[in-house]
């Protein structure tokens, strides 16, 4: 099989790469890995404080790259791997708290806990605002997982994502709205969202 070996960065660059990379290409995983797992390995240490976990999702992102190129539907690429990490790394969370709660005979101190902003992020993936972010179009959660959840700038997640700016700005304003209907639609009476802003 003939590697593919892209001349620069690129969306369409990738994109070709993952269709490799889903007929068995090894060196196109390479090459993948050594494009995006840099920033991924920043934005997930913003997340997660422990290098051994944040290497652990890391590596497990790319096993599921190997083994999911196939589902790929035409995402941005960056975005698509992001997703992967972000639920990853939620995922080896929850595990480890489950794993701490088994382990330990004693009464649990609060040791290990996870964070507020861990707490916070699982409760956005999986509460309301992450039925209604699944509901969103991926372009567009991809925009406002990176602006919101990561905090990136613009900048950043343009460059995260492979879109200009203006692109993320509009993304980003479209998602909002998006997002706000769908939350009304989940929750219509009982709990009022946002304040007079």
Same mark, same amino acid.
């Given at each position: 099989m003939r590697p593919i070996r892209p001349a620069g960065a690129g969306g369409d660059d990738d994109a070709a790469l993952l269709r490799a990379v889903a007929r068995g290409d090894t060196d196109a995983l390479s090459v993948l890995y050594d494009r995006h797992a840099g920033w991924l390995h920043t934005r997930l240490s913003r997340r997660c404080a422990d290098p051994e976990t944040v290497r652990e999702v890391l590596q497990d992102t790319f096993v599921t790259v190997w083994r999911s190129a196939r589902a790929h539907r035409g995402s941005e690429v960056g975005g698509w791997l992001w997703v992967i990490a972000a639920r990853r790394l939620v995922d080896t969370r929850r595990a480890q708290e /489950? $794993?701490?709660?088994?382990?330990?005979?004693?009464?649990?101190?609060?040791?290990?806990?996870? %964070?507020?902003?861990? *707490?916070?992020?699982?409760?956005?993936?999986?509460?309301?605002?992450?039925?209604?972010?699944?509901?969103? %179009?991926?372009?567009? /959660?991809?925009?406002?997982? =990176?602006?919101?959840?990561?905090?990136?700038?613009? /900048?950043?997640?343009? $460059? =995260?994502?492979?879109?200009?700016?203006?692109?993320?700005?509009? /993304?980003? =304003? *479209?998602?909002?709205?998006?997002?706000?209907?769908?939350?009304?639609?989940? =929750?219509?009476?009982?709990?009022?969202?946002?304040?007079?802003?």
């Amino acid at each position: 099989m003939r590697p593919i070996r892209p001349a620069g960065a690129g969306g369409d660059d990738d994109a070709a790469l993952l269709r490799a990379v889903a007929r068995g290409d090894t060196d196109a995983l390479s090459v993948l890995y050594d494009r995006h797992a840099g920033w991924l390995h920043t934005r997930l240490s913003r997340r997660c404080a422990d290098p051994e976990t944040v290497r652990e999702v890391l590596q497990d992102t790319f096993v599921t790259v190997w083994r999911s190129a196939r589902a790929h539907r035409g995402s941005e690429v960056g975005g698509w791997l992001w997703v992967i990490a972000a639920r990853r790394l939620v995922d080896t969370r929850r595990a480890q708290e /489950r $794993h701490e709660r088994t382990a330990v005979a004693e009464p649990w101190d609060g040791a290990g806990a996870p %964070s507020a902003e861990e *707490r916070v992020l699982a409760g956005l993936e999986y509460g309301d605002v992450g039925a209604a972010l699944e509901g969103l %179009s991926p372009e567009l /959660r991809d925009v406002l997982r =990176a602006t919101v959840i990561d905090g990136l700038t613009t /900048r950043e997640a343009a $460059h =995260a994502l492979g879109i200009p700016e203006g692109t993320v700005k509009t /993304r980003a =304003a *479209r998602a909002r709205r998006e997002l706000r209907v769908a939350l009304e639609r989940l =929750a219509p009476r009982t709990r009022p969202l946002g304040g007079t802003a």
